[in-house]
């Protein structure tokens, strides 16, 4: 197979890899923790110190919150994070209040920049915060993309990657996700009244 793009012989931008550690945490390393919060066996946590969790916060078996040396992830109050989800805040992520995340969960923070004449791995990283807003649900193994924000009360379908914000109060499913429908805001009033 003829490369169309070598690898120059000056590979000085080649750095060694190193380890990010073991993700055994402490509950008083976080920046912040609330009460009942709910952290099963399995769970790796990196730089615990840039992460904040409200109060009566479910995450699940075997899901990597990956926090990073700056930027913040908050996890807002009465959230539930699936098993085996992968939370990446380089960028920075804040999940507001009541937010559902389904297992095998990809939220991605980070994305590498293009410079040719080296590989993509060794170039710059782009940072970009994602915000999924309250109340909002995002299905089982959906993939968030750098710089998205999720409408309060929207729901991401199963299997989709989000790479357009979504609006409040709306369904999207697909790769890459489209608009499906948007909810009835008023289809479940609290007054119990339909005249």
């Known amino acids: 197979?003829?490369?169309?793009?070598?690898i120059?012989?000056?590979?000085?931008?080649?750095?060694?890899?190193?380890?990010?550690g073991r993700g055994i945490?402490?509950?008083e390393e976080f920046e912040r923790i609330g009460s009942n919060v709910i952290i099963e066996e399995g769970v790796r946590v990196f730089h615990p110190e840039?992460?904040?969790?409200?109060?009566?916060v479910y995450i699940g078996h075997d899901t990597i919150l990956k926090g990073y040396y700056k930027n913040k992830m908050t996890i807002g109050s009465h959230?539930?994070?699936g098993q085996r989800c992968f939370l990446h805040s380089a960028g920075g992520i804040h999940i507001g209040e009541a937010v559902g995340i389904g297992p095998g969960v990809c939220i991605l923070t980070s994305v590498h920049t293009e410079e040719l004449g080296k590989p993509i791995l060794y170039n710059n990283l782009k940072l970009s915060e994602v915000i999924l807003e309250d109340g909002c649900d995002i299905g089982i193994n959906a993939i968030i993309l750098p710089g998205i924000t999720i409408g309060e009360g929207s729901i991401?379908?199963?299997?989709?990657i989000v790479t357009k914000d979504v609006k409040s109060y709306c369904i999207v499913a697909g790769n890459p996700a489209k608009l499906l429908r948007e909810r009835n805001k008023f289809q479940h009033s609290s007054s119990g009244n339909n005249k």
């Open 156 to 160: 991401i379908g199963a299997g989709s």
């Open 1 to 6: 197979m003829k490369n169309l793009h070598k």
């Open 50 to 56: 840039h992460i904040e969790i409200g109060d009566n």
């Open 79 to 81: 959230t539930w994070i």
């Open 25 to 27: 945490f402490q509950r």
């Open 8 to 20: 120059p012989e000056n590979k000085s931008y080649i750095k060694l890899h190193q380890s990010h």
